[in-house]
Structure formats: C-alpha cells, structure tokens
C-alpha cells in the first residue's frame, strides 16, 4: 500500500508512486487507488473534472481512469473523494489571466492567524453601488489574484479609495 499525504502529495510524486505501482500489477491483483482532495472543472465546456495536487498542478480525471482501466488487474476500482465545481474566475478584474484557485490555496491553507476586515473605521461611511459595497467587490477579485493578505488588503484598500473618492466627486462634493 502506497499512501502520500499532505504536502507531499504533489502531482510528480503522485504520479511517480502511480507508476511504480502500476509497473507491478499482476492479472489477479485487485487495484483500489483512492483520491481525496481538490477538484475543479477548469473548462466548462468539455466539462471534465481535474484532480488538483498539493503543487497547484491538475490531472483529467479521464485521463487517470483510463491509466487504471488499462491495468492488467482482475478488479479496479478507482474512488475520488473531491469537488467538481467550476472555478469563480468572473470577480476578478483586469487583463491578466487569473487561477483563483491558486490563489485561495495560499490564503487560506499557507496562513495562520486572525484576518479581521471591516470596511469603514469609526464614524466613516461605507460607500458602494447597487451591485454592493466597494470592499465587497474589491476584496472578492484581490483574492482571487494576490497570494499574500499583504497584498490583499493593500490593492484592496488602494482600490476602494479611489472608487469611494469617485463616488463622492460624482455626487458633488468638489474637496475630493
């Protein structure tokens, strides 16, 4: 039995102990090889789900059942334990191509500690438009982007300035 696990699941270890498994398999050997992590429909289109590694890197579901169908094996059985949701890639803004799955991947399982975010101090407003508040927006396209809460709340803070200064110079106040 094969078993790799936390951060050393990366698609080229993975991969490599697959291979080493499978140049054993034998006509009467039973073969149970379980997933359990990430998973993502990158493409809608085609529709297919990829297994996601510990690097970032993917595998079409597909392609690894096809491996395992392949085996010489009397009985295979293949089990992925993970999403097959399509990736939020609308909120992001900007000509750059954007993987918000990386991204979520370093905020949210490289950090430790307390994110606390408010949108106005203390006797301040919180301004935005009809589709919602200024922070809202730009903190939901910043995550997906930027890989640090330092980056994060920088872009993040730099960008609802400047959209509430905006507002106000629309709705008339001439000191902004």
Same mark, same amino acid.
């Not at 297919?48 to 009397?74: N, T, V, Y």
């Given at each position: 039995?094969?078993?790799?696990?936390?951060?050393?699941?990366?698609?080229?270890? =993975?991969?490599?102990?697959?291979?080493?498994?499978?140049?054993?398999?034998?006509?009467?050997?039973?073969?149970?090889?379980?997933?359990?992590?990430?998973?993502?429909?990158?493409?809608?289109?085609?529709?297919?789900?990829?297994?996601?590694?510990?690097?970032?890197?993917?595998?079409?579901?597909?392609?690894?059942?096809?491996?395992?169908?392949?085996?010489?094996?009397?009985?295979?059985?293949?089990?992925?334990?993970?999403?097959?949701?399509?990736?939020?890639?609308?909120?992001?803004?900007?000509?750059?191509?954007?993987?918000?799955?990386?991204?979520?991947?370093?905020?949210?399982?490289?950090?430790?500690?307390?994110?606390?975010?408010?949108?106005?101090?203390?006797?301040?407003?919180?301004?935005?438009?009809?589709?919602?508040?200024?922070?809202?927006?730009?903190?939901?396209?910043?995550?997906?982007?930027?890989?640090?809460?330092?980056?994060?709340?920088?872009?993040?803070?730099?960008? =609802?300035?400047?959209?509430?200064?905006?507002?106000?110079?629309?709705?008339?106040?001439?000191?902004?």
């Amino acid at each position: 039995m094969t078993e790799i696990q936390g951060e050393g699941a990366t698609s080229e270890a =993975v991969m490599a102990a697959y291979d080493d498994f499978a140049a054993a398999v034998a006509p009467d050997d039973t073969v149970f090889i379980h997933f359990s992590g990430h998973g993502l429909i990158p493409d809608p289109a085609p529709n297919e789900q990829h297994l996601q590694f510990c690097d970032m890197k993917s595998l079409s579901r597909a392609a690894w059942a096809d491996r395992i169908a392949a085996l010489p094996a009397r009985l295979r059985i293949f089990v992925t334990d993970c999403c097959s949701s399509y990736p939020v890639r609308e909120l992001a803004e900007g000509p750059e191509v954007v993987n918000p799955w990386n991204s979520f991947y370093y905020l949210f399982r490289l950090h430790e500690g307390f994110v606390n975010i408010t949108a106005a101090s203390p006797g301040q407003d919180a301004l935005g438009t009809e589709r919602g508040g200024f922070l809202t927006g730009n903190l939901s396209s910043d995550m997906q982007r930027y890989k640090t809460w330092e980056e994060v709340f920088q872009r993040t803070q730099n960008r =609802v300035f400047n959209e509430t200064a905006e507002e106000i110079r629309g709705l008339g106040d001439p000191s902004l």
